[in-house]
């Protein structure tokens, strides 16, 4: 760098220096004539109230992941009052164990903020249905949300529990609901009474039979609880539009059970789409398409680009459409699965090109059931009845 070079750049560092000081010197002035507000009304004061230092202790006290409580749901840390010993209290009397306790503290905090009064008539509330601590303990682990709900609901649970009672449903199936669709229990009964006769209504005009209708309601709401939350009329739209694609009474009643309560799940126009794609894709006919729907009801209500990404996998392995068409079933897996179980019995020697695709199908349990028949199949040695027996000599 040459001197004159060298004197320019310090001739702009010390102007820029001076500039500096003018702009402070200029903002510390304004600060000094600028009125100082009252403690209450500036901004930070309201942004972030101190926490509770008693409820911040009784959870610590208690092994609560305070960071997790924190994190997901800080507000509660500020609200007074809170109840986080008598809501300790009220689990350890049903049996809960302190890590337990901690466990739904951490995921469910809004717990502490109920009233001692609104615990109790929650607890005697759900052993009407669940009179077993142990079980109410496990529901309360896993769904707290469910348990722990406003007062304004109370009168609509018993209502909707008195209901359910009345239709002989059993009593596990009750908590169950309760547990995994409380909405079906926060809204006003009539709802649920209105839903509850259109499947009724719907089981007996397929042809159910009235001393199986029990059971059949039993096992659609146990497999899925949000069928209650649907308008009546979806249940009635899909059914009608299944009707016009052919299936008779007998074979709607079939597939209504077989859908395990998602019918409400799907609409006339999704269902129209993915059987378009379904029979443009494999090339079959209307009857052959109705017979893969009975075996698989999930070509009812996947989307396209899940199949199409499921027959292009099973495709690529050597698998021709007509063993789909014979065992739709194979279509309820993921690529993934489909993947690892043909690895698997390939290296057993087994070739799913050739074979059924039967052993593929089903859940893990059933797989592996499956795959231990061929392994003892092939260790099994042949039995020659004529062939000479070998004795001592």
Same mark, same amino acid.
């Given at each position: 760098m040459?001197a004159a ?5 310090l001739k702009?560092i010390?102007?820029?220096t001076s500039m500096?000081?003018?702009i402070a010197?200029s903002?510390c002035?304004?600060?000094?004539? /600028? $009125?100082v507000l009252p403690?209450?009304?500036r901004p930070c ?6 926490e509770?230092?008693?409820t911040v202790?009784a959870l610590y006290?208690l092994s609560?992941d305070?960071?997790?409580v924190?994190?997901?749901?800080? =507000? @509660?840390?500020h609200? *007074?009052p809170?109840?986080?010993?008598e ?9 809960? *164990?302190?890590s337990?306790?901690a466990? %739904?503290l ?6 502490i903020l109920?009233?001692?009064?609104e ?5 005697k509330?759900w052993m009407s249905?669940?009179?077993k601590d142990?079980?109410?303990v496990g529901?309360i682990e896993k ?5 722990f709900?406003?007062?304004s ?14 239709l002989n449903?059993n ?8 547990a995994?669709?409380?909405q *079906? ?8 009474e209105?839903m509850?006769r259109?499947?009724?209504q719907?089981y007996q005009e ?5 001393a199986?209708?029990?059971? =059949?309601?039993q096992k659609l709401l146990s497999q899925n609880p949000f069928?209650?939350?649907k ?6 739209q899909n059914?009608l539009f299944?009707r ?7 074979q709607?009643?079939?597939l209504?059970?077989k859908?395990?309560?998602? @019918? ?5 126009? !999704?269902?129209?789409?993915?059987? /378009?794609?379904s029979?443009?894709?494999m090339g079959? !006919?209307?009857a052959?398409l ?8 999930a070509?009812l209500y996947?989307?396209?680009d %899940? ?9 690529k392995?050597? %698998?021709s459409m007509?063993q789909i068409?014979?065992t $739709?079933?194979v279509l309820e897996?993921?690529t ?9 019995l390939s290296?057993?020697?087994?070739? @799913?090109?050739?074979?059924?695709l039967? @052993?593929?199908c089903?859940t893990k349990k059933d797989?592996e ?13 042949l039995?020659n009845?004529v062939? $000479?027996? %070998?004795?001592d000599?």
């Open positions: 040459t070079t060298a004197f320019y750049v702009v010390r102007f820029r500096l000081r003018l010197t903002l002035l304004r600060c000094q004539c /600028a $009125p403690l209450h009304l004061a309201t942004l972030s109230p101190a509770n230092q008693q202790e006290y609560v305070l960071q997790k924190r994190t997901l749901k800080g =507000w @509660v840390l609200r *007074s809170a109840y986080t010993k809501v300790a209290d009220m689990l350890k009397d049903m049996g809960a *164990s302190g337990i306790i466990r %739904i951490a995921g469910h905090p809004e717990a109920c009233p001692p009064e615990l109790q008539a929650q607890r509330l249905v669940c009179p142990k079980e109410l529901i769904f707290p949300a469910s348990f709900t406003s007062s609901h109370h009168d609509n649970q018993q209502k909707n529990i008195a209901y359910f009672r009345s449903l009593k596990r199936i009750i908590s169950k609901l309760m995994s669709a409380p *079906s229990f926060s809204r006003h009964v009539e709802q649920n209105m509850v259109t499947l009724q719907a397929l042809g159910g039979e009235e199986n209708m029990k059971t =059949w309601l069928v209650l939350l308008p009546p009329e979806v249940l009635r059914l299944l016009d694609r052919g299936f008779s009474t007998a709607l009643l079939r209504l059970s859908l395990k309560g998602y @019918v409400t799940e799907l609409n006339p126009d !999704s269902m129209r789409r993915t059987l /378009a794609y029979q443009d894709t079959c !006919s209307e052959q109705r017979d893969m729907i009975l075996n698989c009801p070509l996947y989307p396209d %899940i199949l199409a990404e499921r027959f292009e996998s099973l495709l392995a050597g %698998i007509s068409i014979e $739709p079933g897996l993921t993934q699965i489909v993947k690892y179980r043909i690895q698997r290296a057993h020697g087994y070739d @799913v090109t050739a074979g059924s039967e @052993v593929l089903g797989f059931m499956s795959y231990e028949k061929l392994q003892l199949r092939r260790e099994r040695p039995f009845p062939a $000479p027996l %070998i004795g000599d």
